[in-house]
Each structure stands twice: as structure tokens, then as C-alpha cells.
């Protein structure tokens, strides 16, 4: 009855197994923290709520453009926006990610709590889309749009 004895170990040990799922989501704080797509949204914006530019900068291709309600701008201007920001919080929902290759791309909706050149954040949701690229220095954000309240 080897087979019996087998089968009830192992029906013993399923429990614990599902229990691996139960525990929440590793926190990311950086981006050495991040494993997915969603993860490297939340790390962008840690960078700008604690105005770590040289991380974010590390993270920006060098062609990165971003999309919003005033046009699209280049690296050093959605850089320059960025740094006007003053992210006192953000809660990030609706996360949906879509790898495809090395390219990872992201869309969310995004509450930021704030003020950006003295003015307050928009209290709405903003849906937002990030296309992310794995390359020799790391992932890094090709592209940025804000879609408008979601």
C-alpha cells in the first residue's frame, strides 16, 4: 500500500502549499524591489513622491517621451514636470500589465495627492499607460501618456 501512503502525504501537504498564496504582495519601494510591470509603476512614482531624479533619470530611456494634456514632451521636459511635482501620496488601482517579449506594457488608473508648480494634483483618478523595456542597464520607461480621468 506504498501508493495510499503517498497519496495521503501528499494530500497532507496540499494545505500547506496553497498557503504560499495566501500572503499579500512583496512591497516595492525601488526598483531593485521590482519583478513586474506594476512594480515598476510603483517604483517611478516613489521616485518622484521622494524626488529621487538620479534613480527615475536611471530609469528613463533616453528617448522616453510622455503624452499628456498639453502634447507630448521630450526626456528633459517630462523630466522638468516631473520635478515640479510635490507627491505627498499616490494610490495606484486598476492595474493591468501585458508582457510581451522584453516589453512590458502598463496601464492603471492613479490618484496623486499633491501639488505640481504650486497648483493642487487632480483629486480624479488619471488613467495613464507606460510602455516598459527591459535593456542592458535595466528596465527602463520608453513612453508615458495620461488618457484623462478615468
Known amino acids: 500500500m506504498p501508493s495510499l501512503r503517498g ?24 526598483f531593485s524591489d521590482a519583478t513586474s510591470g506594476a512594480g515598476f509603476e510603483r517604483s517611478f512614482w ?22 499628456g494634456p498639453f502634447g507630448p514632451l521630450d526626456r528633459p521636459a517630462a523630466l522638468a514636470a516631473f520635478q515640479q511635482m510635490d507627491v505627498k501620496d499616490f494610490s495606484l ?31 480624479q483618478p488619471q488613467r495613464r499607460m507606460t510602455v516598459w523595456q527591459q535593456q542592458k542597464s535595466g528596465w527602463v520607461a520608453l513612453a508615458q501618456t495620461v488618457l484623462g480621468p478615468s
Open 93 to 123: 488601482g486598476d492595474l493591468q500589465t501585458q508582457l510581451n517579449g522584453d516589453t512590458f506594457l502598463v496601464s492603471y488608473t492613479i490618484i496623486l495627492r499633491g501639488s505640481s508648480g504650486g497648483k493642487p494634483l487632480p483629486e
Open 46 to 67: 516613489n521616485d518622484v513622491k521622494d524626488k529621487d531624479w538620479k534613480d527615475l533619470q536611471l530609469h528613463l530611456a533616453s528617448n522616453f517621451t510622455f503624452l
Open 7 to 30: 497519496l495521503g502525504i501528499l494530500l497532507c501537504l496540499t494545505p500547506l502549499l496553497a498557503a504560499c498564496t495566501v500572503y499579500s504582495e512583496h512591497p516595492v519601494r525601488s
